[in-house]
């Protein structure tokens, strides 16, 4: 299959990037194995949910260059189905997700068509608006546990269970996340080679001449919207049976929105790389900060400070990431 | 039908203050363009400022009010000269997330100085007292100067912006920065008067607020998210639009008073299982949806 | 059959009337040009025609179909594509890649379109700049970009707005061969808005002329330079009564 083909192929990228993403790679299978605390290996497995939350905001918001500051409410969407049916049912985490992501992405076209009439500001407030609208609703819906959110019941010592995906041990939550990446990644690659990916392109220069190419501009941006959403949707899913107790306030806040929104910017946001290069810098330092920070006494919120001045110094300094610092920085060599 | 009047009432008055959180952000953006997401953290600044003068002088919550302004004013043109001026030549995604990163600062900066508890005004001339408006509804005078006041100040930045030569700079600012510059006029020094006057006109709104709104670091956001919409509604960069706005959205956040009116009077009986109360805001949301939907450009706005 | 008929075109903004009752026809194998002093609602016209702005009356048929309401991504996905006046191709794609989102329209395949895109791009003499991006090349080759990409959609007619603004002669040259090419060899039909009367009164067929959204005259390149209209509108009244008297 040619998809499959393009999907596996990352010749367009020198061939540093290439060396730096493999020994990553392999460093990210062997990890568990070696010694670590719980602590990072935590902090590991927060890194790629993170790194795929922001690969599927950047098919919408990097490639397509709008800004969505609401995707917490798919999270939500995410982790409460599989949780309710988990709590419930007992359903499989492989039956519980794909149906989060129809009910995510069902939601995501009915509310996308109206909300891709707006750009720019208006389109992101009103990102933000849905997003808030749905967290109040679940705060006090009590199917779902209403603001009390919902646990998944205390495990015994079972042996680990594939099919709900609920573990004692967290390198096997590490191996699914980490499975669940590189099939991210792989989409990704595809994604930004494919018709689609080239529409937003030309979509995000200048909409009047993408269409005067014969590109049904609303139209694509619904559907980008449509993958954008799945993404998150499926890593909300994993989310529940990961953390086991969800509540509105911790999945669906706006916090959430721009914690997505921020890891393709400081990363880079319309390049391949971006989202997982920010998570990479903006995860650990969160974890270590809060870790370090957090809980001394009296200086409780001088962990998001510093994560504040983070967020300000590189809007204002360099807004197209650090994968754009990279690519300037070897267009400057390539030029001497 | 004294419950109907009554939400009415209350309503319109803080509709009215409401306008006055707004007025800054629409202000802001019709000047330059940009979301300030800090927006309720001045709010915030200000209802301290008026809480801590107050407290600490012993003068009467209402004489802080200019206290509160020259707080907002310095604070708006520090945030523009240090940091906003910066976020303006880059993409828009930047500029969001940047006011963002700013709203997390003064929101923690302040959780640091001043702790998480609630705090509240027990004192001053209006506290406690009420006025009856007939009909059997009774209006806290605070609300009822708070309110006053905002149209006070409604009233003194239309003047500004309509009747004197430097609201006209700031206009031929927000129209068209290019052509504004072309005629002589400083825009950088208007961008940042801009923010002076913005920060000014909500921390003024603050300490009016929290005359009767108990304060601690995290009311903000939900205060921004209702000036976004009441912007929006009443169309970005429109000062009338933004007071009129105010009303409705203050009416809206009633709702589950007319509600219950509607409830009581008709008997219906499954409109009484609806929690309306918890759903407040939320309406104010879905308000500013669907306004962008059938009117993006609000009642009054001129800019797309 | 004629490719594409305007009839009484008319599209006001408000109290401005920008083309006014505007009539003409284009065939199947011709290139037109519309010149006009600036000001004329020739842009406009372009805009009304390719379905960017929705027009007060007339209509617009386009090979045999009546295409008066149909939007911008649906008239390019009949067949007519358009270069734009203030645009330099998508800044941040390449050469190949701007040529592909053309090429896209007619394949959901990336390799075909990239093959097809490849195959345009030596016709129009990019290829030693396939792979840079466009808005570090000059000009005159960012123009031929532009028009690589609207032929990726094969259209039948292709407008082009005042494609040899900013260039020298030789340069001017070599985008009339261009056009020659796109018209001779590749049967595609061409409107062509220009200011530099050289190119327009060399290649077209047929011209039709604009002032204050106003059709004022319509025929041979070697008639309209004579019309008095014509000259009048450039020149103004005063010369066009010196040349009678």
Known sequence: ?336 | MDILIGSLAAGILIGMVLALVALGLTIIFGVMDIVNFAHGEFLMIGMYTGLLTAQATGVDPLLTLPVAALVGFVLGIGCYALFVRFLLRGPMVAQLLGTFGLMLLLRNLTLLFFGAEDRALHHGILVGKSFELGMGVIVPATKLAAAAFSVLAFWGIWLLMNRTKLGKALTATALNAQGARYVGIDTERMNALAWGIGGATVTIAGALLVNFWSVNPYVGLLFCMIAFAIVALGGFGSVPGAFFAGLIVGLITELPGIWDFVTYTFDVDWMSQVPMTSFKYMWVYVAYFLIMVVRPRGLFGWKH | MKLLEITNLTKTFGGLTANDNISFAVDSAEILGLIGPNGAGKTTLFNCISGHLPITSGRIVFDGADITALSSYATARRGMARTFQVYAAAGDLTVLENVMVGCFMHTRRRSQAERRARRIVAQFNLTPMADSQVRQLPVAAQKRVTMATAIGTRPKLLLLDEVAAGLNPSEINEITDFINHIHHQMGISVILIEHVMALVMNISRRVVVLNYGQKIAEGRPDEIIKNPNVIQAYLGRRYAAAQEG
Not at chain 1, 170 to 199: E, P, T
């Open chain 1, 1 to 336: 299959m040619e998809a499959l083909k393009h999907a596996v192929d990352f010749s367009d990228f020198k061939r540093i990037d290439l060396t730096v993403a493999g020994a990553l790679m392999i460093f990210f299978i062997v990890f568990p194995i070696t010694s670590h605390s719980s602590f990072a290996m935590s902090t590991m497995i927060q890194f790629f949910m993170f790194s795929l939350y922001g690969m599927g905001w950047n098919t919408i918001g990097g490639y397509g260059g709008q800004v969505d500051l609401g995707k917490a409410q798919y999270v939500g969407i995410g982790a409460y189905t599989t949780a309710v049916m988990l709590v419930r049912w007992d359903t499989p985490f492989w039956v519980s997700m794909p149906i989060g992501v129809l009910l995510s992405v069902s939601w995501s076209f009915i509310i996308g068509y109206p909300l891709f009439r707006l750009k720019g500001h208006y389109f992101a407030i009103a990102t933000i608006a849905t997003s808030l609208v749905l967290k109040d609703l679940f705060e006090v819906w009590n199917f779902v546990g209403a603001a009390r959110g919902l646990e998944i019941s205390p495990i015994d010592f079972q042996p680990p269970d594939f099919i709900h995906l609920i573990f004692k041990h967290d390198v096997y939550y590490y191996y699914v996340i980490l499975a669940f990446f590189i099939i991210g990644l792989l989409y990704m690659n595809w994604f930004r080679k494919s018709r689609l990916g080239f529409q937003l392109r030309a979509i995000k220069d200048n909409e009047a001449v993408a269409a005067s190419l014969g590109i049904n501009v609303h139209w694509a941006k619904i559907k980008t919207y449509a993958i954008a959403t799945a993404f998150v949707s499926v890593v909300g899913s994993f989310h529940a049976c990961y953390i086991k107790n969800i509540e509105p306030e911790d999945t669906m806040s706006l916090d959430i929105s721009i914690l997505i929104a921020l890891m393709a910017m400081l990363g880079g946001a319309g390049s391949l790389w971006g989202p997982i290069i920010g998570a990479g810098i903006l995860i650990p330092i969160k974890s270590y900060l809060k870790e370090w920070l957090g809980g001394m006494a009296g200086l409780a919120g001088i962990d998001i400070i510093i994560y504040a001045l983070i967020i300000m110094i590189i809007s204002a300094k360099e807004p197209r990431g650090v994968w754009g610092i990279i690519e300037k920085w070897r267009q400057r060599r390539g030029q001497n």
